[in-house]
């Protein structure tokens, strides 16, 4: 499975930002799904997940409110969108993909068995 994940940029504080993460090569509605983002000098970080039937979603408690994390099977696409950022928020941000058979939201950075090369983004204050 091959993940491909755009639509980063630089936005400033208070703005909103889409990203979309395409997965090719595989059954995508096998696999949970989950957006990380690492910043300069951090670990990267989860911050979304979606089960794989979209079902069950499952946030980092700073994005909560202002993050939707989403899903379209028919697409092979799982989707981030951003509102309200915040300067913290600045990361370059990666999906990951893990397969599974439940519709459980599966997190764990070491258990995803795919990721996408990552997109930045810049939340300017």
């Known amino acids: 499975v091959q993940l491909q994940a755009c639509g980063g940029g630089l936005v400033q504080a208070g703005g909103s930002l889409g990203l979309s993460c395409a997965a090719s090569?595989?059954?995508?509605?096998?696999?949970?799904m989950n957006w990380f983002r690492q910043a300069p000098g951090k670990e990267r970080e989860f911050v979304a997940g979606i089960s794989r039937g979209g079902g069950n979603t499952y946030y980092v408690d700073s994005v909560k409110g202002r993050f939707t994390i989403s899903r379209d099977n028919a697409k092979n696409t799982v989707y981030l969108q951003m509102n309200s950022l915040k300067p913290e928020d600045t990361a370059v941000y990666y999906c990951?993909?893990?397969?599974?058979?439940?519709?459980?939201?599966?997190?764990?950075?070491?258990?995803?068995?795919?990721w996408g090369k990552g997109t930045q983004v810049t939340v300017s204050s």
């Open positions: 990951a993909g893990i397969f599974t058979y439940t519709d459980y939201v599966l997190t764990n950075y070491a258990s995803m068995n795919y």
């Open positions: 090569g595989g059954t995508f509605s096998s696999y949970g």
